[in-house]
């Protein structure tokens, strides 16, 4: 109260800049100054008297100069009465100002003949000044057109005509019915169009435009809602800041279209409303450089098209576009917290985020906390987003929030594409963003078809949930990844339904199914779903691990194109089942499938690997077990690497393993194999090894092939139990022990090894093979104390005892081969329980061939060896042959080889030590028995044949310490041929009608070695020399042949000649020879010569 003026100021950027409330003002002359810069309230005077001269507004001065043009003024009834109106009306306020109308009409022309109304209540140097009259109403029955006006609270009826507000500020509508037989045309200059509580109804096109402000339509709640209604024409929304829709139906006959366009910031805000044309199209589209945010709690985010609660659409076409520019932070379109979305009719979403911030909830299109559901109806859906920094698509789930901030979408006879593009970051991220807590993710029910594209920088598609259990149609997600995985499904995953899913990546898995830490239970049934994954340089085309998955009668294909990485990785976590599925990987240096962990393979799962450069074709680690009908069936290709490889323990049943390699292993048992007697291994390699085997194998049929390479290899460590081996090779090693090796009886007994032109069974350097005997006790189990331990029910519980223990009767181990040896050794060897049998039916073919170190380590394993026709039972090739396990038992070690046909029983070459040997030689049909070439020391070798030579001593022989003995029927008991040496050596030869021992080249031996003749029937020859002999002792026996003939040109030095004969000659020279060197001939006969020169007989004098 004063006697004086009264002046308020009050400045203010966003609020109010003058606030009377609940106030009396008495005074001479009233100045009310407020000032609202940016936005907001000028002044306001509400529930306040004005006393005294103030009262008639006459003394009291209003200005709201200097605030933003979409600034409003306020003044409620307690300050505007109907007698102080006008006083005010003709108050000059540079901004809109609301007055009161106290219920009544501003205008009404019914009674008049002139229809409609025309008002300008703008001033020329005043361009935002303007009225709102709250609590009024308006009848006209003509065009009403008006600037500077603006209604709340109020009913506005018009018939015969058109409504136009042309404000330069903003145009109010709060709590305001329009209902108008013609078109609306709302435009607020500067500042903000608001119908909350409002209605419009009219017969043409509704227009609303904002240039400067915002367009806000809303109802009183869910049930009560604002009704923008045209039923001849359009619905079109224009701002160029924002436009919210809250609780509020649209209800066209043609287009409705809402439309924000901002330099600045932009938003578009959808809440439980609804869009119907019956003719024509719905658009929703936002431009925006900046977006705003939400809320301002510490998980704000941001949003330009905002969809909250239930919002439906129904039109020939649904156009829905939010596009953001480099400025934006946030999401372009975002879907609030349990959003859903109704769509009927052919639709488009499309949301661009051009940001280049670093936040990674920068997104095209995003769903926040809850699940959002879209359900799509009457045409197909089509959603396209993209981003720059940030994901396509992605879904927010904070700490302590919901577990599922996914989409769902519900077909009905619709099909759904998205295509999703981030040029920096992943084109699909709805993996469990904030967290290990959640599962968020793609669900797709109703009928039609699904295809879902994502592509990014990292990855394409990361999600944790995919369910399609509920859907009748085909479903395909393709994700194209750069630095991460095309698909990355690997936390808190459940996978329901059918599905087609394809991924590549550049650096990184192509499909990643896989399971880490959440709060719900795993499970991922992808049962008649087709998988194709590629990598360039990453780990894995494909790769799923985990428990809980379930894969029947579906397709992996999986390929890594360069690297380590693996065509497809199967790693079993437990609850993991291959059914009927169909597996097929391709790799370089990597494996093109690799197996592992624990898995359920039924009903033929097939897996097909191929490596094309270093790599496995199939890598098997683990338990593979089946339960239900065929096992599996494993097939890999590789070229240096192995076509399938066995690595850590692993057990499989009723499985088919084929492998094929180039110069690699064609399968490799590196790890332990445990099998049941159904499962078949088959390796081929066209230079390397068929099979190879190098840790313990139980069970199987294994079969293994080469063409130049070993057809199957038991390398060190391998343990070989009830198991069938079948080693073939073209012209390489049929079957291979090259190092530490055991097999029980069974196995051995049954290891068949053969090749054409190579060796059938060749042992190699450190090979030492012993074969075990294993006997199976089924007994009552015991506790620590020796007492039994019983089940639930009382009864006494069983075990299974397993010994082992070396055989007492030897197993033969036979190899064969048509041209080349049928058993080989070469290096340092050993062997126990085992008995050696080759044999060959070629002519340029070897039974057995000893070369090496042959150690035979216990008193029962031996050497057999056979041929047939021109061929050779057994080669003794730079040999050392230790018979320790004989001498420690005081037994012979001996080894027999025969030969029928001309070819050889015996061959010895290079240098061999015999010390504890005894070489058996036999031949029939005219072979010979034995044939000494290279350097022998501690033989005893004894040489028989019918008709041929028993024992041939060949160009270049050395005989040391040996005894070599030799007996021929009607052949030759032992012939030396070409240059040959005795040291300390016996050689003697037997006939019955042939020649006892033939000396046919050089022989030099010393004065302990003699070479011995006999023949013991009629006709037979002792000794026949032909050539020359040194220091040796020749004695030669017969009964009526000669007992030693001295052929023409033969020289003896320092030699001992003795011959004895019944009825022949004791010695007969023939032509000249020669004794040098005290050479002496002593022969003796009963009745026929004692010595017989015919011929000249020189000699020292």
Not at 632 to 657: R, W, Y
Not at 774 to 791: H, R, S, Y
């Amino acid at each position: 109260t004063t006697n004086n003026a009264l002046t308020l100021n009050g400045t203010t950027e966003t609020t109010t800049g003058v606030k009377v409330t609940g106030s009396t003002l008495s005074a001479a002359t009233l100045n009310v100054n407020g000032v609202a810069r940016v936005q907001g309230t000028g002044f306001s005077l509400a529930t306040s008297q004005l006393l005294g001269g103030l009262a008639d507004l006459t003394n009291v001065s209003l200005s709201s100069a200097g605030s933003a043009a979409g600034a409003q003024n306020v003044l409620d009834n307690s300050i505007v009465n109907d007698a102080n109106r006008d006083t005010l009306l003709a108050k000059r306020i540079e901004n809109m100002t609301t007055v009161d109308m106290a219920g009544n009409a501003i205008f009404d022309d019914s009674a008049k003949s002139d229809k409609g109304w025309t008002q300008d209540y703008t001033l020329a140097d005043l361009p935002n000044h303007g009225w709102v009259f709250n609590n009024t109403s308006v009848t006209a029955g003509g065009d009403v057109s008006l600037k500077g006006a603006g209604f709340t609270n109020s009913v506005v009826t018009i018939t015969n005509g058109n409504l136009s507000i042309d404000n330069g500020g903003p145009a109010p509508l709060t709590g305001t019915t329009l209902t108008v037989d013609g078109g609306v045309n709302v435009h607020a200059g500067a500042g903000s169009i608001d119908l909350k509580n409002g209605n419009i109804s009219a017969k043409g096109n509704i227009t609303l435009k904002a240039d400067a402000g915002s367009i806000a339509i809303s109802g009183k709640n869910a049930s009560v809602k604002a009704n923008i209604t045209s039923t001849e024409g359009g619905v079109n929304l224009v701002s160029m800041q924002a436009i919210n829709i809250t609780n509020a139906n649209f209800l066209a006959d043609k287009d409705i279209s809402l439309n924000v366009a901002s330099e600045v910031m932009g938003t578009l805000g959808i809440g439980n409303a609804s869009f119907t044309s019956q003719s024509g199209d719905v658009d929703l589209f936002l431009d925006t450089k900046k977006i705003n945010p939400i809320i301002t709690t510490v998980d704000s985010q941001y949003g330009g098209l905002i969809f909250s609660g239930e919002n439906s659409f129904e039109a020939k076409n649904i156009n829905i576009s939010a596009l953001s520019s480099k400025d934006a932070r946030g999401f372009s379109l975002l879907f609030e917290s349990g959003a859903i979305l109704n769509l009927k009719g052919e639709t488009h979403i499309n949301a661009s985020n051009e940001s280049n911030g670093t936040r990674s909830n920068e997104a095209g299109l995003g769903s926040r906390y809850r699940r959002t559901q879209i359900n799509v109806s009457d045409g197909d859906l089509y959603i396209t987003a993209s981003a720059l920094s940030g994901s396509a698509i992605l879904s927010l789930a904070a700490t302590g929030q919901w577990a599922d901030a996914g989409f769902e979408f519900v077909l009905n006879n619709s099909n759904l594409y998205i295509d999703a593009n981030s040029k920096f970051r992943n084109g699909i991220t709805l993996g469990g963003y904030g967290g290990s807590t959640y599962a968020n993710g793609l669900t797709f029910k109703g009928n039609g078809n699904v295809s879902v594209h994502g592509q990014g920088a990292l990855g394409g598609i990361i999600l944790s949930r995919l369910y399609t259990g509920e859907l009748d149609g085909n479903v395909q997600l393709t994700g194209v990844g750069g630095s991460a995985a095309g698909i990355d499904a690997s936390l808190n995953t459940v996978f329901q339904g059918g599905v087609s899913l394809s991924g590549s990546s550049a650096d990184d898995v192509g499909v990643l199914l896989s399971f880490g830490p959440g709060i719900q239970e795993h499970n991922m049934n992808l049962n008649g779903s087709n998988v194709a994954g590629s990598s360039e340089n990453g780990s894995a085309g494909i790769l799923i691990k985990g428990k809980n998955i379930s894969f029947t009668n579906g397709t992996l294909t999986g390929t890594a194109t360069s690297g380590n990485g693996s065509g497809v990785v199967l790693t079993g976590g437990g609850n993991y089942t291959l059914d009927g599925a169909s597996i097929t990987g391709t790799a370089a240096d990597g494996s093109g499938i690799a197996v592992n962990g624990t898995l359920t393979v039924n009903n033929g799962t097939v897996v097909k690997g191929l490596a094309t450069g270093g790599g496995n074709g199939v890598t098997v680690s683990g338990d593979l077990v089946t339960d239900s009908g065929d096992g599996i069936s494993i097939t890999g290709t590789a070229f240096s690497g192995d076509g399938v490889k066995v690595d850590g323990d692993t057990t499989l049943t009723n499985a088919m393993l084929n492998g094929s390699a180039d110069s690699g292993n064609g399968v490799n048992i590196a790890g332990n194999l445990t099998t049941d007697s159904a499962t078949q291994v088959s390796g081929h390699a066209a230079s390397g090894t068929g099979v190879n085997l190098g840790a313990a194998l139980t069970g199987a049929s294994v079969k293994g092939s080469s063409d130049t390479g070993t057809g199957v290899q038991l390398a060190d460590n391998a343990v070989v139990t009830e198991a069938v081996l079948n080693g073939t090779s073209a012209s390489g090693d049929g079957v291979t022990f090259t190092g530490n090796v055991k097999m029980d009886d069974t196995s051995a007994a049954k290891l068949n090894a053969s090749s054409t032109s190579g060796t059938g069974l060749k042992l190699a350097d450190n090979a030492n093979v012993s074969i075990q005997t294993i006997t199976k006790v089924t007994q009552e189990k015991k506790d620590a104390d020796g007492n039994p331990v019983l089940d639930a029910d009382g009864n006494p519980e069983t075990e299974t005892i397993t010994t082992q223990a070396p055989v007492t009767t030897p197993v033969t181990l036979t190899g064969t081969s048509e041209q080349g040896s049928g058993i080989a050794t070469e290096g340092n060897v050993s062997i126990s329980g085992i008995v050696l049998n080759g044999s060959t039916t070629a002519d340029t073919g070897t039974g057995v061939s000893l070369g090496g170190n042959l150690t035979i380590a216990d008193d029962i394993s031996g050497v057999t060896a056979g041929a047939t026709g021109n061929g050779t039972a057994l080669v003794v090739n730079n040999a050392s042959i230790h018979s320790d396990g004989y001498t420690d038992s005081g037994k012979d070690f001996v080894i027999n080889a025969s030969v029928s046909g001309n070819g050889t029983a015996i061959k010895t070459q290079g240098s061999s030590q015999l010390d504890e040997v005894v070489l058996n030689g036999n031949a029939t049909g005219g072979g010979t028995a034995v044939e000494l070439g290279g350097q022998v020391s501690g033989a005893n070798i004894t040489g028989t044949s019918d008709s041929g030579t028993a024992v041939r001593v060949t160009d270049g022989a050395g005989v040391d310490g040996s005894a070599v003995k030799g007996h021929s029927d009607s052949g030759t008991g032992l012939q030396v041929s070409g240059n040959a040496s005795l040291n300390n050596s016996d050689l003697s030869g037997t006939t019955q009608t042939g020649t006892g021992a033939a000396v046919t080249g050089s022989l030099t031996a010393d004065t302990s070695s003699q070479v011995t003749g006999s023949a013991t029937q009629d006709g037979g020859t002792g000794v026949t020399v032909d050539g020359s002999v040194t220091g040796a002792t020749v004695t030669g026996d017969a009964t009526s042949g000669d007992a030693v003939r001295i052929a023409d040109g033969s020289q003896f030095t320092g030699a001992d000649i003795k011959g004895t004969s019944v009825t022949g000659s004791g010695i007969k020279t023939q032509g000249n020879v020669s004794l040098e060197g005290g050479t002496q001939l002593a022969g003796g006969s009963q009745q026929g010569a004692a010595l017989d020169v015919s011929g000249t007989l020189n000699h020292d004098p």
